[in-house]
Structures are given as C-alpha cells and as structure tokens.
C-alpha cells in the first residue's frame, strides 16, 4: 500500500534491472516503459490533481471498473487530419500497439480554432510520461519514454530518473491559498434575446423542410479575479454521484478541458463496438412521485421521442457500416442524472473488418445528440448561426491505442483558459421545440458547473 504518489522510489529497481539486461553497448529500443503493478490507498484523481505538472489527465469509464491518468508527456501528436495523428504515433505503436494516448478533436475540424482552443487545435493527443491505468486487474503505473536518435540506454535510464525526481520534488498538494475575497463576472453567449432569435431562425428552417434537427449551443464566460484552478474543478466534478464519464485534459497552467458527460460516443474492445444514443430530456423531481412522473412524460412526449429517434436512427445505421450482428442492448431506456433524466439507447456489434479508432469517430460523430438530422447540412449551419466556436465541445474525448478505444462525447463540459471559464450546454430543436423550455433544459444542464462555481469564496458580480 503507497500513501503518497513518488514515483522514483517506484521504479528504482526496475531502472536498474532494465541497465543490467541492456548494457551500454547495446541499441537501447525506441520504446522505453517501464510498468509495476502498485497499490495507492488514495484515488488516482487525488494524486494526479495534486501533482504540479501542466499537463495532465484523467479518464474514468462510466459503466466499468476502467480508469486511466497521465502526468506529463512523452509525445504530443498536434494535427489538422486524423491520418496525421495515427502516423504520429505509427512507431510507438510498432513498438506496443496496447499502450493508450489520451486526447480528441474538435466538433468541426474544418473551422480555424478560436482563439480561447487555439492550444488544443484540430486534434491533439498525449502519450504520458507516466501512465495509471486501474481495471478489474488492478492498479499498474508506467514509465513511456521514447529514445532519441543515437542515445545510449545509460543516457536515456538517466534523462528517466531525473524526470521522475523532479516529477517527485512537485508531487506536494498546493496549500490553500489564503481567503481574500475575489470577484466573479458572468457573461452569456447568446443573451436570451438572441437565443430566442435562433430559436425562431431554426423553427423555421424545419419548417421549410432543409433541416428536421438542429442542436444549439450556448455558454456561460464566468470570469475569476483570482483565476480558476482546473484540478479543484474535476475534483468537484468527480465527486458527483451519477452514471457518468469523468474526463479532464489539462495541456499547459490553466488550460484545461473537462467535464462529466453520460454519453458514449463508442467503445472498441477486442473488435466488439458499443455505441449509444442518448437523446430526450427532462429535469429530475424533487420528490420521488415527481421524478417518476417527469420519467413517464419523458417516454410519453412525442416531441422527445422523435428527437431521440433521429439519434438512435443515425447510430443504428453506423453500426451496421461497420459490424456483423448488431443489437439492440437496451431500447429508450432511461438514464437518471443528477440534475436530468435523458432516454438512452444502446448498440452492440461486431467490427467487419480492421479499422482505427479514429476512422470509426468519424462515423459517428457528429451524432444528431449534439448537431442535428440529417447531419450533411449541420456544419455549414451551426457556422452561420451560432455565436461562437464549440472548440472541443460536443466532441469525442478519451483514449485510444492502435485498435482499441473508448470516447466519450464532451459534453457537460467546460474549458478553463487562465481566468475564464467557458459553461458549455446545448439543446436539441424539433418542430414542437419552444425557445423558453430550451433554454430551461440548458440552464439545467448547466447546474453541475454552477454547483461548483457558488463553492469558491468569491464577491459575486453577477
């Protein structure tokens, strides 16, 4: 059992025992890692949000034991087009085809980037220097370090440990900073007013026939006077007691994209695919007898129905591109969340043949949960007519090695730059859609962050 996460002392031995097998004469591999199984006494989110390095992550499955976390990088793959992104990582996994890089890409990867996701780009994904990985088989922690051209194994064993000492030497949770009163400012992107005009605009695009769903986006700027911390953040969010993913990317001090989003976008384990669509919501009851009511106006509204229909529709047919077998798991069942309730569908199948990870999010993403039906006239429309960029809201978020996966989609997700955090949420629009219940069902969605947000001792300015 290790109460404190010190990585040194962990692989000291095993540091030693790879020199004696690999003296200095010898070609040291391009792939270095080092793995121990390990034991903590503590959760791996506590060590990595307390660890003072910029870049970090955090992966928990919502539905299983899985949970993955990274601390620092050994290789950082930045591309415009996803076959950039399975070349970058071609050697790595030639080397190891099981070993996960952490990452996504943005919700439309034909847009620039604006400015606030300038750093995350088009896709971005990270091999960590040091890698936690908890399952049914317990706790491993490992060491990834690719060698450079002509190092000799001594060379790189030594680049190793002086990485996990100064790795070490900041693993100290950040005192509590002393209680001065800060100020919070919010601005929303669209004010209501504007909201409302979208809201029209897309009514009427259904109604003339070129769209049947539209989902819009809005968001909350909440700006800190002291600036926000994204490890305090997740470690809130975290502790929300729903069937959930919890995924959190910091690349650099106070640049972060995070979240606890219910929705798979799919799973890749082994050939077999899991796939799901949720779409339809209510809010939860206050009471028992409210919550179930709420639950049955849910499954009842044909208005809910058919804006879960066109998702499941859409994912139904992606998995019979690419599987043998396909079934239904489960069909509008429901998914109960802390602040909402949402109609799920489920999807299992067979992969047909050799695909990458990133081949198959792109069969499925976007989903008509997060831009519309039918998708080929969605991107084009959420250009013209949403107030900003979505960045990596509302798209794929998770890990991935040479064939297997697991995304989730990113959203009930936020985005800290500096001092600003970015409050995303959307609602799907059908013809029976009215602009009042949308964005009521957006500020629902919203509650989580707002939870957490009236924690900080702060001056409202709001």
């Known amino acids: 059992m290790i109460s404190d996460f010190l990585f040194y002392p962990l692989f000291q031995e095993e540091i030693e025992r790879y020199f004696k097998r690999n003296p200095e004469n010898k070609e040291a591999e391009y792939l270095l890692r080092l793995e121990r199984e390990v034991e903590f006494d503590r959760p791996l989110l506590d060590g990595i949000a307390t660890c003072c390095v910029p870049e970090k992550f955090f992966f928990s499955a919502k539905d299983c034991l899985f949970v993955l976390g990274g601390l620092g990088s050994a290789q950082v793959v930045t591309a415009a087009q996803s076959n950039d992104v399975l070349e970058g990582f071609r050697s790595l996994w030639e080397a190891d085809p099981t070993i996960p890089v952490f990452g996504g890409f943005s919700f439309d990867t034909e847009e620039e980037s604006a400015p606030e996701w300038e750093p995350f780009g088009r896709f971005r994904f990270t091999l960590p220097f040091i890698e936690l990985k908890t399952s049914d088989g317990g706790t491993r922690v490992a060491v990834n370090y690719l060698r450079k051209n002509g190092q000799s194994p001594r060379e790189a064993l030594g680049e190793i440990s002086s990485a996990l000492r100064a790795l070490d030497a900041v693993r100290r949770p950040v005192p509590p900073a002393a209680d001065l009163p800060c100020r919070l400012e919010k601005q929303l992107v669209p004010e209501k007013p504007q909201w409302d005009r979208m809201i029209q605009k897309a009514l009427a695009t259904i109604q003339a026939g070129d769209l049947q769903k539209i989902v819009l986006a809005r968001k909350m700027v909440i700006t800190r006077s002291e600036g926000w911390d994204p490890a305090e953040i997740i470690a809130s969010l975290a502790q929300i007691e729903e069937d959930s993913f919890t995924f959190y990317y910091q690349i650099a001090d106070g640049i972060a994209f995070l979240g606890r989003s219910p929705e798979r976008l799919f799973r890749m384990q082994d050939g077999r695919i899991v796939a799901e ?99 080929e ?58 602009a009042r219940d949308e964005w009521k069902e957006t500020e629902k969605k919203m509650d989580n962050f707002a939870t957490i947000v009236g924690e900080f001792p702060c001056l409202p300015c709001f």
């Open 277 to 375: 669509a949720i779409a339809g919501t209510r809010p939860r009851g206050e009471t028992p007898s409210e919550d179930q009511r709420l639950e049955r106006e849910l499954l009842h509204s044909p208005k809910e129905l058919k804006e879960h229909r066109f998702v499941a529709g859409f994912v139904e047919t992606g998995m019979k591109r690419i599987c043998d077998d396909v079934r239904i798991a489960a069909s509008e069942e429901i998914l109960k969340l802390k602040n909402v309730q949402h109609i799920v569908t489920r999807f299992t199948g067979r992969s047909t043949g050799e695909r990458s990870p990133l081949s198959i999010a792109r069969i499925f993403h976007p989903t008509p949960a997060v831009g519309g039906y039918p998708p």
């Open 377 to 434: 006239g969605i991107p084009e429309y959420l250009r013209r007519n949403e107030p900003f960029q979505r960045g990596w809201y509302g798209a794929p978020i998770g890990w991935m090695n040479r064939m297997n996966a697991d995304f989730a989609v990113g959203i009930r997700s936020a985005l800290v730059r500096g001092n600003k955090l970015h409050i995303f949420a959307g609602a799907g629009i059908v013809g029976q859609s009215t």
